[in-house]
């Protein structure tokens, strides 16, 4: 089991997870997946110090993704925060340890970066109460719900 940073060489491997994610994601029915649209997003993250990309691995194969972004609370400057932007594990590797890993490395990548707090996203999906224990036992709680009107 490995979690690491991406490189350019994982980008078709890691678009090919964004995809299947997409498609698991009740996202599917807000935006249609722009591959080329997140090939690029995810080669400009590449080098930008607020944005981590990650990749796990089980047998030397990319089987999970996740990705954080470090920004300044809106409403509180100096107060740094980390973001999960998404948390991917094909469902054969769910179960591992590998989702663990990757998770302790957001955590630690945020507390590096001198974040005070990491937001995590679960999804209106047949998995949310899954992620309510893992996050749970994770030493997360519950803030807020975000809702959606389509314009």
């Known amino acids: ?3 690491r940073q991406v490189t350019a060489n994982d ?3 890691y678009l090919e997870l964004a995809a299947q994610f997409h498609e698991a994601s009740p996202m599917q029915h807000v935006a249609a997946f722009d591959k080329e649209g ?3 997003f995810l080669t400009n ?3 930008k110090e607020n944005i981590l ?5 089980l047998n030397d194969e990319i089987v999970g993704i996740t990705s954080c972004l470090l920004y300044p609370l809106y409403f509180s400057p100096n107060y740094q925060v980390a973001q999960e932007l998404w948390w991917w594990l094909t469902p054969g ?5 590998l989702g663990k890993a990757m998770l302790k490395t957001m ?3 945020a507390k590096n970066k001198n974040a005070k707090a990491l937001f995590m996203i679960a ?3 047949e998995r949310v109460e899954a992620m309510k224990k893992v996050y749970g036992r994770a030493g997360f709680r519950p803030l807020e719900r975000t809702f959606i009107k389509e314009l």
């Open 45 to 47: 993250a590449l080098d």
């Open 123 to 125: 999804l209106e999906d």
């Open 107 to 109: 955590e630690l990548w």
């Open 93 to 97: 590797a769910r179960g591992s340890g």
């Open 1 to 3: 089991m490995n979690v």
């Open 38 to 40: 997140m090939l690029e």
């Open 11 to 13: 980008l078709p491997k």
């Open 53 to 57: 990309l990650l990749v796990g691995e």
